[in-house]
């Protein structure tokens, strides 16, 4: 079984930065696509940012240029460097990968428990 962990949610004033991190574990073969949503209250679960496993990243306009996916793949792990962040910007964020077990042949979507970020001064 592939689990998802996530790290580095808090409260930070406007303007300020956070890091998050997700680490992958258990029986995994290779990981395609990792990325991280959001999700706040009343609102639609939303793409932040994706990254594929040779490095091709995706942002949702909202965040362009202020946010930073990146991965490290010998450790099954993606980032999210979050800069100038706004009001608009707390939710809570969920990592997701698609992850191919050692036991199937396939590839699922697996996601984390989230991990919440808060913007206030």
């Known amino acids: 079984q592939v689990q998802l962990v996530e790290s580095g949610g808090g409260l930070v004033q406007p303007g300020g930065s956070l890091r998050l ?3 992958a574990s258990g029986s995994i073969f290779s990981i395609n696509a990792m990325g991280w ?3 706040a209250p009343g609102k639609e679960r939303e793409l932040v940012a994706a990254i594929t496993s040779g490095g091709r990243r995706n942002y949702a306009d909202s965040v362009k240029g202020r946010f930073t996916i990146s991965r490290d793949n010998p450790k099954n792990t993606v980032y ?3 800069n100038s962040l706004k009001p608009e910007d707390p939710a809570v964020y969920y ?3 698609e992850v191919r077990a050692r036991t199937t042949p396939v590839y699922v ?3 984390g428990q ?3 970020v808060t913007v206030s001064s």
């Open 21 to 23: 991190s997700c680490a």
């Open 37 to 39: 949503y959001r999700q």
């Open 80 to 82: 999210l460097q979050m």
């Open 95 to 97: 990592c997701n990968a």
């Open 109 to 111: 979507q697996v996601w």
């Open 114 to 116: 989230g991990t919440p």
